[in-house]
C-alpha cells in the first residue's frame, strides 16, 4: 500500500522524528492535554481556515485536502488565490521563516501544482503584526529546493526504531517530553 507523508509533519519531523509518532497518537484527544500556550494560539488561528470561514470569494480555495504523487505527500492548504495565482500559511505570529515553514509551503505548492493549479507567489502571513513574507518558488532558490528534496528523502528512509535523539535542548523544549521514553531531560 503506497504511504503519504503529511505535510504538517515535516516541521515534526526537523524538530524530532519521535514527535510525529506523539503528535498522530495524541492527535484525537483533547491538544490542552499537551499543547502548549502559544501552540493553542496558533492553532486559533488556523481554525478559521480549517472551517473555511477566511472568505467567501469564489476564487480563494482554503482548507482544501491536497496530494501529491512524485513527494508522497498529502495534507490541506491555507490560502490558495487563484487570481493572484497566491499561496498563503496564515500563522499566529512569526518572528522568523524557519526553514520547516518553508518546506511545509514548498509541500502545498507541489501538491497544488501537480493537481494542475499554477502557483506563482509563496508567502506566509503573520496575523498578530499583520505582516507578509514572500517565500521563492522552489525553481528559484536550488538550495533549499535540495533540503527539502533530502528532508522527503531522509522521512521515506527513516526507522523510529533506531532513532535516537542526541540533542538534549529539543527534549527540554518538548511537550511531549513527560510522555517520551527517549527524552534527554
Ligand atoms: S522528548 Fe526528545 S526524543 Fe522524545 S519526542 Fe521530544 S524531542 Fe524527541
Sequence with gaps: ??????????????????????????????????????????????EAIDEQNY???????????VYCQKY????????YDQDERA??????????????????????YFC??????????LLFYSSDTNKKYNVKLPKDDP??????EKLIEDMNNCNLNQFNQTNAEKCKHCVYAALCDQALC
Design 1 to 46: 500500500m503506497e504511504t503519504y507523508i503529511q505535510i504538517s509533519n515535516l516541521n515534526d519531523f526537523i524538530f524530532c522524528p519521535r514527535s510525529i509518532y506523539f503528535h498522530q497518537l495524541f492527535g484525537k484527544i483533547s491538544t490542552t492535554m499537551y499543547h502548549t500556550e502559544s501552540q493553542i494560539r496558533g492553532k486559533a488561528a488556523h
Design 143 to 148: 538550495e533549499m529546493f535540495a533540503k527539502f
Design 112 to 121: 497544488l501544482t501537480e493537481m494542475g493549479y499554477s502557483v506563482e507567489h
Design 72 to 79: 508522497g505527500l498529502c495534507g490541506k492548504i491555507d490560502i
Design 55 to 65: 472568505t467567501t470569494r469564489k476564487n480563494v480555495l482554503q482548507g482544501m485536502e
Design 87 to 108: 499561496l498563503t500559511e496564515r500563522k499566529k505570529h512569526i518572528e522568523v521563516i524557519y526553514d520547516g515553514y518553508v518546506f511545509q509551503i514548498y509541500a502545498q
